[in-house]
Structures are given as structure tokens and as C-alpha cells.
């Protein structure tokens, strides 16, 4: 039972579940959708890779945006978001999410989530590239923990079903292409263990970002693309994958950190925090009209080019001016972790540098989160709506996650999937993907580091793709040679999923010869929209090779075929 494309080499599935939809990931976007599609009378189970609260939405300090603040619209919202999307947006995407986002931020409310006040109405801030304040944040800079407590105790009361501690592995299909639900592994003793299946005609990937393709990276460590190398090896196309969004101010620890480092959100310079160098030089003032509050690609590449002309391995970012009061009840967990690692912002500059934080391209969607995988949904940080171009507005990751996943609940309840049962078909003559060594996840981290992160050229990202490619060549050929792979596991199967995201996104990265957004060409400068104001789409060929194409931004589908079960 797999897939009508490529599987990764797993035992078959040892045990089943029977849902009407299943949800891999429990981040904002996932359990929101699961929420929805539960309300809805759909047997919805959760699939996630560690605990219900373990996904990166719980990491987010900064908040969630939406126009909810007086003298504030939607039409701003939307000018503003298209604006850092640098003629890369889908306008009616964007205009859906400004418009539905203030009532899903109060639905989101009525749920649970306690957002901070002030006087008895939201305390919206302000964050990088808003020229209005319409950031509604929670215990200061614990926005995402807030969100991720409220729908994991919905999900909890409603005694909804969930799978914890599970890669998910690969689509299940039946004999006409439809989804008929997931392969995945459980680690770790409980009700499943191993290989198994989750028997569904709806399946909505809500699986998060990739930033462990990065060495170091504000993203949780079990953020290593496996939602969009699942749907790749599913047939799917995957957009946008060059534009990842490296957050100007990451914690510096040094040059040799890797993993996941501590967030400095951007909520600080929203409250006034000043970025310098080592001089005390506030670099940004003059070269943008909102200095440190600029887009964050400008903010990222201004801190970039100033410490190359410093020789520098970081900036600073100064916030001594809030005081010990403003940070212990604003910025509580930002102070906490500062000084964890020997610095006080109270007294002291802190020391921070760009680091892997956001993915605005993937798994390509429509306006109702369908793919091109009949039965296959996608939200949140995964997918690609159109929403974030090619650089993502501030706070606008979860709400793109939460209006989406109500998006997708709605399409699924109205086409009446759940009606369609699924009858997964096997597949002996599909092509295993070879398995990469766990040992090659840190090889992959380094070539994209060097080769693809804030810094790229012609040279250093063909260099990187050659090198990516003798990765996939040698582990081709040894599954050739000798009728085996690397033996299967979470660390070897999260390996070949990074390798997977880290070919695309530098095929794409390559292809793209200008700079745009968070996609910046040594190399090639200059914006141009004549050759490249256009998409680049990226499927997996059977033979497991990328085929790559460009598609126009007015293009870019609201519509993809119907997911509707068909007539018998």
C-alpha cells in the first residue's frame, strides 16, 4: 500500500486506523483543521511528530496579525503583505487571508486563546514591514505557546483521536489516484508502535517547515521538510521553495552553533530595540524608510553586508533603553533565554545574526488548500497559497495557517470525501528512494549553509547542487549494486527528506537568476520582473530526477481540479 510515485524503503504497515480525514501536524493550521473538520461530524484523527504541542507554532514570540485595531483594514493588511512579497503574492490569496483573518482570530479567541490586553481591548504591536499596529500577541512574547495550549486542550476535550511521536512516511492511494490516507512510523512504546497505516480519503499535510535543511535554524528539530518530500514523492507540485526566510535576529552562539538557536523576535524592534554594530552605528537608518523595521529580507541582508564589511560574525541588538520592567513583562521569554546563555539585554547589546526561520514556498494550493493530489491538503508553513511571495509579512504565518485550515475543513465537509471509502491498492512495482545515512543530515546542513543561505551565487549554489547530487547518486547506485539501502529509520528517513527539499530548493535557487525577496543573488543584484516575476514549479519525476518549469504570478491556480469523490 503506497503511492502511485515513490515510497521510501519502509516494512509494510503492521496496523490501521479508519478516519474519514487525517491530519499530519499539530501546529495552528493542523489542529485548527482538525477542530473544524471534528465540528463538522468527520472522524478526524492527528498524526504528529512529537507531542500535540511540540510544532514550531508553539515557538512563534512575535503573534498573529490580522485588522483588528481602530483606524486599521484589511485593505492595509493586504497592501502591506503584498508589498514584502515583492510582486510574488497572489492578490486574491492575500485578500481572502486580510479579509476571514479578524473573524478567525476571534473564533481562534472563542476557543481559548488568551491574548494580552489593555484597557479591555487587544494590545496590538507593531512588527516589521506593518505600518499599523495589528500584531495581537500573548504573555508578552509567548504568542505561539498560548495558541498551541488553547487547541491542544480543545482537541483534548473533545477526546478527538491522536497519534503522537509519528514520522509520517508516505500517501496511501487507491486504484483511480485518490488519497486514501498515510503511511507512517510511531517511535517509541504506546497503543501503535512501527509501521502502520491511517486508512483516509482526505489527507491534510499541515507538517510545518524545513529549516533543519539549515545548520543552524530558529525551527524545532523535528523541522526537516517531510511533508513536502512526501507529497513530491506523491506527484505534487511544490512552488517557491528558493525563497526561505532567514530571520535578521537570531541569538549568536557562536559561528560553530547548529540546531536550533533562540529567536529574538521581531516584536523588540517593533517596541523600539535599535540594531548596531560593534561601534554603537545604527547601520539600517538610511537604508530603508522603516530602518529596523523594514521587510526582514532587507533587515537580513543589512545585518549580512554589514558584517562582511566589518569582518564581523554578528550585529547587536540594543533594547537597553526598555529597562528591567519593559523586558520581565514584555519580553519575558526573550530575557529568560538571553540570560541562559551568559547575556543580560537589561545592561547589555545582545549579540544576534540571521538564521533559517521560515519557508514561504511549498506544497503548491489552491484557495481552498487542495493540491494536485486528489483527496491531498495543505496549510500552514508546508504549503504554498500564494499568501507570503517571495518573503513572508510578519505575523502572518499563523494566520495564514488558522484561515486556511478552516478553508480546507469547509471544502472537505462540502465535497462529501468522507463518503468515498478508501481501498488502498499495493503497489510492488514502485520505485523505492533511496535511503540516506543519519550521518548525512549534517553534510546536507552544511552544503545548503555554505552553498544557499542568506549568501547566494552561480557558483556557490552549483557547487551545492553538485554536491547534493553525489549524495543522491551514491545512495542510487548502492541501492543498485546491492539491492539494499541505508537501513531504515527516523534518522535515515528524515536524512533522505532533507536531501530531497534541499535539491529543489537549490534547483530553484539556481534557477532564479535575480534577487527578490528573502532570495538573494550575489551574483545577479537587481530585481528584474520582465524574465522572473513568474513561479518556479517543481514535481519528482519517477526516476526520481527534478522537473522544473516556471509558470506566470497571474497564473498561479485559486482553482485545481475537484476533489470530489466521482460518481460509480
Known amino acids: ?20 480525514v487525517v491530519v499530519v501536524g499539530s501546529g495552528v493550521a493542523g489542529l485548527t483543521a482538525a477542530l473544524r473538520c471534528e465540528a463538522a461530524g468527520l472522524r478526524t484523527v492527528v498524526v504528529t511528530k512529537a507531542r500535540l504541542d511540540d510544532g514550531s507554532t508553539r515557538w512563534a514570540q512575535g503573534g498573529i496579525a490580522a485588522a483588528l485595531g481602530d483606524g486599521d483594514t484589511p485593505e492595509q493588511h493586504l497592501d502591506d503583505t503584498l508589498v514584502a512579497g515583492v510582486g510574488l503574492c497572489d492578490e486574491d490569496a492575500v485578500r481572502l487571508l486580510v479579509t476571514e483573518g479578524p473573524d478567525a482570530v476571534r473564533r481562534l479567541i472563542e476557543t481559548g486563546a488568551r491574548f494580552d490586553e489593555s484597557e479591555g481591548e487587544l494590545a ?77 480519503p482526505a489527507v491534510v499535510l499541515a507538517t510545518g517547515g524545513m529549516g533543519q535543511v539549515f545548520s543552524a535554524t530558529t525551527n524545532p528539530s523535528v523541522s526537516t521538510g517531510d511533508g513536502v518530500a512526501l507529497a513530491l514523492r506523491a506527484g505534487a507540485e511544490v512552488s ?24 529574538v523576535s521581531e516584536a523588540v524592534r517593533g517596541e523600539g530595540a535599535h540594531l548596531i554594530d560593534a561601534d554603537g552605528v545604527r547601520f539600517m537608518v538610511g537604508q530603508h524608510e522603516l530602518a529596523e523595521l523594514a521587510p526582514r529580507d532587507i533587515v537580513a541582508k543589512g545585518i549580512t553586508r554589514r558584517m562582511q564589511e566589518q569582518d564581523a560574525e554578528h550585529m547587536f541588538l540594543d533594547a537597553r533603553h526598555f529597562g528591567a520592567e519593559m523586558w520581565e513583562h514584555r519580553f519575558p521569554t526573550i530575557l ?10 537589561v545592561t547589555t547589546p545582545v549579540p544576534v545574526a540571521p538564521a533559517a526561520h521560515y519557508a514561504s514556498g511549498g506544497v503548491r494550493t489552491d484557495s481552498h488548500g487542495r493540491t494536485t493530489v486528489p483527496g491531498l491538503y495543505a496549510c500552514g508553513e508546508v504549503a504554498c497559497t500564494g499568501v507570503h511571495g517571495a518573503n513572508r509579512l510578519a505575523s502572518n504565518s499563523l494566520l495564514e495557517g ?47 549553509t555554505s552553498g544557499a543561505g542568506v549568501l547566494r551565487s552561480a557558483g556557490s549554489l552549483t557547487k551545492a547542487a553538485d554536491q547534493l547530487q553525489r549524495l543522491h547518486t551514491d545512495a542510487r547506485e548502492a541501492l543498485a549494486e546491492n539491492g539494499k539501502t541505508a537501513e531504515a529509520g527516523v534518522d535515515t528517513w528524515e536524512a533522505t527528506n532533507l536531501l530531497c527539499v534541499a535539491r529543489v530548493l537549490v534547483a530553484a535557487a539556481l534557477l532564479r537568476e535575480e534577487t527578490r525577496g528573502c532570495h538573494w ?48
Open 240 to 263: 517557491d521553495l528558493e525563497f526561505v526566510q532567514f530571520h535578521p535576529t537570531v541569538l549568536f552562539l557562536g559561528a560553530d552553533a547548529e540546531g536550533q538557536q533562540p529567536l
Open 1 to 20: 500500500m503506497t503511492t502511485t510515485g515513490i515510497r521510501l524503503h519502509a516494512p509494510a504497515p503492521g496496523w490501521s486506523i479508519a478516519a474519514d
Open 402 to 448: 488558522l484561515v486556511y485550515a478552516e478553508r480546507i475543513a469547509a471544502d472537505i465537509a462540502a465535497n462529501g470525501l468522507h463518503a468515498r471509502v478508501p481501498q488502498p491498492v499495493p503497489h510492488p512495482e514502485i520505485p523505492e528512494h533511496p535511503l540516506q545515512t543519519a550521518q548525512a543530515r549534517f553534510t546536507i546542513q552544511r552544503i545548503m
Open 124 to 200: 496590538l504591536t507593531r512588527e516589521g514591514g506593518h505600518h499599523r499596529r495589528r500584531i495581537a500577541h500573548a504573555g508578552g512574547d509567548a504568542t505561539g505557546a498560548e495558541i498551541s495550549r488553547a487547541l491542544v486542550e480543545a482537541v483534548r476535550a473533545r477526546g478527538m483521536r491522536t497519534v503522537e511521536n509519528a514520522l509520517v512516511l508516505d500517501l496511501l492511494t487507491d486504484a483511480e489516484g485518490h488519497t486514501a490516507g498515510v503511511t507512517l512510523h510511531v517511535m517509541g512504546e504506546g497503543q501503535h508502535d512501527g509501521v502502520g497505516a491511517v486508512h483516509a
Open 336 to 345: 529568560a533565554a538571553c540570560r541562559a546563555h551568559g547575556i543580560d539585554p
Open 521 to 568: 543573488r550575489e551574483d545577479r543584484p537587481e530585481r528584474d520582473d520582465t524574465t522572473w516575476r513568474r513561479h518556479i514549479v517543481v514535481t519528482l519525476n519517477p526516476d526520481r530526477t527534478l522537473a522544473v518549469h516556471t509558470t506566470d504570478t497571474t497564473h498561479f491556480p485559486t482553482t485545481l481540479p475537484s476533489q470530489a469523490p466521482q460518481e460509480q
